[in-house]
């Protein structure tokens, strides 16, 4: 259950990375969206930080 929580959440956070990559905004995106995005954005970079350098 652990597992499929944390793939769903690491493909959130790559579509979440890759909209802002892009500079799509979804419909009806706000202030609120786009501080979650950047939040989940950063939360994958350390992620991914951490992972690297093992």
Excluded: C, K, Q
């Excluded at 929580?5 to 979804?26: D, N, Q, S, W």
């Amino acid at each position: 259950m652990a597992t499929l929580t944390l793939f769903l959440l690491v493909i959130a956070a790559l579509t979440v990375y890759l909209h802002h990559r892009t500079g799509a905004h979804p419909a009806g995106s706000s202030n609120v969206v786009d501080r979650d995005a950047a939040r989940i954005d950063h939360e994958l970079r350390a992620i991914l930080g951490i992972r690297e350098t093992r």
